[in-house]
């Protein structure tokens, strides 16, 4: 038995395109993962909507289980409630790894050039972080395989609690 999917998005209003299969198929769990971007709950909102729209129950809140069938959650990355992404759990979780004040570092040094700043600093410093490994070309789930990120670390506590709430 299928007890749980995830579904990684990829467009707009990812259930509208895939609300057809989720209704055929036999699913008892739907986790829901976003980036909150710059705005969390209108990142909740978006989700929430594109649900209603595919007829499928809405959640209350981030990371709470509806009670009708398929049970749906939605996790807004990073912690519900806050802007950001995935990355910035990542940069948490490596806080104390000793090339971080060199990713910082070189960012600081970056200010000082008349070049402009990445656009999206959170993931440029999770490149930067990357380089400092031993196989520097990975990428972000590519890093996660490799145990580039520390698991055990309190910056993915919400990640991990969203993931028993599917499974358990």
């Given at each position: ?27 008892h769990f739907l986790g829901i993962v976003r980036d909150a971007d710059t ?130």
């Open positions: 038995m299928n007890r749980g999917l995830f579904l990684r998005f990829f467009y707009r209003n990812p259930m509208q395109r895939d609300a057809a299969g989720l209704q055929a198929a036999v699913i705005n969390a709950s209108d990142t909740f909102r978006s989700v929430c909507d594109a649900l209603q729209n595919a007829g499928l129950s809405v959640p209350a809140n981030p990371m709470e289980l509806t009670s009708q069938n398929p049970k749906i959650t939605v996790m807004v990355i990073p912690h519900g409630s806050t802007p950001g992404m995935l990355e910035d759990i990542c940069l948490t979780a490596v806080i104390s790894d000793p090339a971080t004040p060199c990713m910082e570092q070189y960012f600081q040094c970056l200010q000082q050039l008349p070049s402009s700043l990445p656009k999206n600093m959170s993931k440029a410093k999770v490149h930067a972080f990357l380089a400092s490994r031993y196989e520097p070309d990975k990428r972000l789930g590519e890093a996660a395989k490799a145990g580039y990120w520390p698991w055990d670390n309190e910056a993915f506590a919400t990640v991990k609690s969203f993931l028993q709430q599917i499974v358990s």
